[in-house]
């Protein structure tokens, strides 16, 4: 399927409001793959699914991803948008055709990153964060710094996130401060 077709089915199953978003992250992605010498189409394709699975929430998702095999941990079982990665990879893969390991591997670790992100995951992790309707304190040093040093722009997002679970006083997850430490590392190489 090609990105024409996803943009007009996703349209139909998104909020307006989430589908701008998911246009965003595509272009943002198609930038950033650009600066970072990536496949530009990979990040497109990933930018634009990377939600597609947004909607689906509380039990449902638990139920969902346990029918295809994941085994959400404690926190996940708890803050079930985190499961949005993992079922958007899988309707990006059965819905979409999508079967690409790398675009699959950047919608699944959007939401938390994790240790050892390639490029393309590093690219819509930030995306979805920098994305020009996002609006918070810190947005602007964030997005030029997406575009310095993608390494940095991810520990600034970890850490933004980070902050945000604490002030909200949701459980934050593991693979969050994983991304960041990961990250943080790689700088200081």
């Known amino acids: 399927m090609n990105i ?9 199953q998104l909020k307006e409001e989430r589908y701008l978003h998911s246009v965003n992250v595509m272009n943002v992605s198609a930038e950033l793959a650009r600066r970072y010498n990536a496949d530009e189409n990979k990040a497109r394709l990933a930018g634009i699914l990377h939600d597609c699975a947004k909607g689906m929430k509380g039990e ?19 803050q079930t948008g985190l499961l949005h990665g993992i079922i958007g990879a899988h309707f990006a893969r059965t819905e979409y055709g999508v079967e690409d390991r790398e675009v699959l591997d950047a919608i699944r670790w959007h939401t938390t990153g994790r240790a050892g ?21 810190g947005i602007e040093m964030m997005r030029q710094a997406a575009f310095e040093d993608l390494d940095r722009c991810v520990v600034l997002c970890a850490e933004s996130t980070i902050r945000y679970v604490l002030n909200k006083g949701f459980l934050l997850h ?3 401060v994983e991304t960041r430490n990961y990250s943080l590392r790689l700088l200081k190489l």
């Open 60 to 78: 449902e998702a638990v139920n969902f991803v346990k029918s295809i095999g994941y085994c959400p941990d404690e926190i996940e079982l708890i």
């Open 117 to 137: 992100m390639s490029v393309l995951e590093k690219i819509i992790y930030v995306a979805d964060y920098i994305e020009p309707l996002r609006n918070f304190e």
């Open 174 to 176: 593991g693979k969050t």
């Open 4 to 12: 024409e077709n996803i943009m007009s089915r996703l349209k139909g």
